[in-house]
């Protein structure tokens, strides 16, 4: 019994100055714990949760203690093989080592400890952001296998077989997922994502339409990680603010990039996902270790002296400077480049890079955004230059290998500006993305808004391309899309309820296309105050009816000076005395005229029977307006409840 006692209060002696020592590590206080555990180890040499804690103590030792720190963790590993802490910490102490020795041994010590505990700490999340090829997925999977049915293991199994493109066995691990966790999002995301990569987009589409109707219970993110490489900074600063309504978040973030208004399907979802898969099996991070990614500090002393100086990166940057679609003599600009203080390429503010987000180089990076180069030059694996031909101009960079050897071409490709506008091709072409759709096509459209003739809660949107054959679509607030028109030839019509929407909108014209993306407002004009509508102008013979108007707008807005004008517009909420309404309208013409404006003013007072929709209508005659352009818009003044509004403005030509 005495004996039994003694060994109990040493282990609570033990255990109370192990409490002892972790206070002080948490406080920084590393020689005072330090010695308490050295003094442990002595008196208890094999004690695994006393090397633990002794390997946590060199581990924050400044610099030198991590190789003591492995070495204990590994021996504690030796002592307890079914405790995933030793190999845990002993993972910690591989990152903290860097580079592909402290990257393999933390590959070792994760995948051991995962395989007793897929859930352990982030210990999962620690793998992901590790180099992994084919071998390393497979024996990762194999470790998860054990734990099969459990939730968490499952998911990142599944992923992992799409990654190694398995998808039949993916599919079908995901839709077992799908019945067992109907609530969750991360599953039918996935899904989604297995079968974008084979090609099968309208199961995809309709897969991943599930997964955002459950992206409130998306407790592994798996859905913004989807979408996060494309996300513009103003996207990624609103998640990390905290998006509200996350559904709606994300179907806003597709919509906008939806590259065809006519289709159901968002063709951008097929091709993000296929173009994230080859990104992966082309321009993986290699060395995700590297105290370049992990260190803005390190980044800063690699870039003092502008471009490296080594032969292998000094050949790239004479190649490059000499070859490409921007290749361009030297003059006084390019001089800062030729000695190497030119501009630098955007970098993250943080310690780590936007690499490690994603697991890809810097053209993986771009790829993803933007697809293949228009052209793609290859200098000796260590470096390339790629350009990307755009309607509005051209976009270069080059990039060189950069994150292992700071004196020469080593390690991941960065980006690394050598002639003048590449670093501001590299903050252009990281903040943005296209589809592959061609949208060489420059078009114009003007918009016009009035109260829908059946439902007073509801707003008509008109829409004038100036191209042959148009497509629009009106996108909500919650992403979905509320109307949709497509037209040859004429206006196009839309409508929904008062509110700010996206609107998509695709113009086409002699085999060419083009895209607009942006917000359009529908006013609320069912209610009893003073409004009027938007503006159409068309020939003077045009009889003054809203439907008559819309079908002989002029393209372009464009008009004969020669011949009458017609002007169209209609006035709500407008006071009723008695029967009747009254109302003095201004017409402001503004005239760009050269040297200086020109504003032509047309008043009038109305006074008529009082109709809920009161149309305005003006025929100007030829020589009122001499030829030019014109901004147009309506004054009202209401002289029953002494109101006052004005229309928004609309831009036409006499020719």
């Known amino acids: 019994m005495l004996v039994a006692a003694i060994a109990v209060a040493a282990v609570m002696a033990t255990d109370t100055l192990l409490a002892r020592a972790e206070s002080l590590l948490a406080a920084g206080a590393l020689p005072e714990a330090r010695r308490i555990v050295e003094r442990l180890q002595q008196a208890r040499p094999n004690d695994p949760g006393v090397l633990v804690i002794l ?16 070495s204990l963790f590994s021996r504690a590993q030796e002592l307890t093989p079914q405790d995933p802490e030793p190999s845990y910490w002993g993972a910690r102490a591989g990152l903290a080592l860097g580079g592909d020795d402290g990257e393999s041994l933390a590959r070792t010590h994760l995948e051991h400890a995962i395989g007793l505990d897929p859930d ?6 620690l793998w992901l952001g590790l180099y992994r090829d084919d071998g390393a997925r497979r024996r990762m999977v194999a470790a998860l296998a054990n734990h099969a049915g459990r939730t968490s293991a499952d998911l990142h199994r599944a992923a992992l077989l799409i990654e190694l493109r398995a998808y039949p066995s993916a599919d079908s691990l995901l839709r077992d997922l799908m019945t067992r966790t109907p609530y969750l999002a991360s599953p039918s995301a996935l899904l989604a994502q297995s079968l974008f990569e084979q090609g099968r987009d309208e199961e995809g589409g309709a897969m991943y339409d599930t997964a955002l109707a459950r992206a409130g219970n998306d407790p592994d993110g798996v859905l913004w990680r989807q979408a996060r490489p494309i996300a513009t900074p103003a996207e990624r600063q609103a ?10 978040f994300l179907r806003l973030l597709w919509a906008r990039r939806d590259p065809d208004a006519a289709t159901p399907l968002n063709e951008r979802l097929g091709e993000h996902f296929r173009r994230l898969a080859q990104a992966h099996r082309q321009f993986t991070l290699l060395h995700p270790a590297s105290r370049w990614h992990r260190s803005a500090r390190y980044r800063a002393l690699s870039d003092v002296g502008g471009l490296p100086a080594g032969p292998a990166a000094q050949r790239v940057v004479v190649d490059a400077r000499g070859n490409g679609c921007a290749a ?58 790629w350009c990307y031909q755009r309607p ?18 080593s390690g991941d490709m960065v980006f690394t500006p050598v002639l003048t506008g590449e670093a501001e091709s590299a903050a252009e072409l990281t903040a943005t993305d296209r589809p592959s759709v061609s949208a060489d096509l420059s078009f114009a459209f003007w918009p016009a808004t009035f109260r829908d003739r059946e439902s007073r809660g509801r707003t008509d949107l008109l829409v004038f391309p100036d191209s042959l054959h148009a497509a629009a679509a009106l996108v909500d607030g919650r992403g979905r899309v509320a109307a949709r028109d497509t037209a040859t030839a004429r206006a196009l019509q839309v409508r929904g309820s008062p509110g700010a929407y996206v609107l998509l909108l695709d113009g086409a014209e002699d085999g060419r296309r083009g895209l607009y993306r942006g917000t359009v407002f529908l006013p609320d004009y069912g209610r009893d105050t003073l409004a009027v509508s938007g503006l159409l102008v068309a020939a003077g013979s045009v009889p003054a009816d809203r439907d008559s108007l819309a079908a002989a707008a002029p393209p372009g807005l464009v008009l004969n000076a020669e011949r009458p004008l017609r002007v169209y517009a209609e006035v709500y909420g407008l006071g009723d005395d008695s029967g009747t309404a009254r109302y003095t309208v201004r017409y402001r013409f503004d005239r760009a005229a050269g040297r200086g404006d020109r504003v032509t003013t047309i008043a009038f007072t109305r006074e008529g029977p009082h109709a809920p929709i009161m149309v305005e209508s003006l025929v100007i005659d030829p020589g009122r307006l001499p030829p030019g352009r014109y901004r147009l818009y309506l004054e009202i003044e209401d002289r029953v409840r002494a109101a006052r509004t004005s229309s928004a403005s609309l831009t036409f030509s006499l020719r």
């Open 392 to 409: 509005d101009g051209v976009l270069r960079v080059t990039f060189l290998r950069r994150t292992g050897n700071a004196w020469d071409a």
């Open 55 to 70: 390997g946590r103590i060199h581990l924050a030792w400044p610099v030198i203690g991590r190789f003591t720190a492995e």
């Open 239 to 248: 998640w990390t603010d905290g998006p509200g309504d996350p559904e709606a």
């Open 328 to 385: 361009q003599v030297p003059g006084v600009r390019d001089v800062p480049y030729l000695v190497g203080q030119g501009a630098r390429a955007p970098q993250s503010s943080g310690d780590s890079t936007p690499n490690l987000e994603d697991g890809l180089d810097d053209r993986g990076r771009v790829y993803v955004r933007h697809g293949p180069p228009t052209e793609r030059l290859v200098f000796n694996l260590d470096g390339e230059t």
């Open 120 to 125: 352990y700490r982030d210990a999962y999340a």
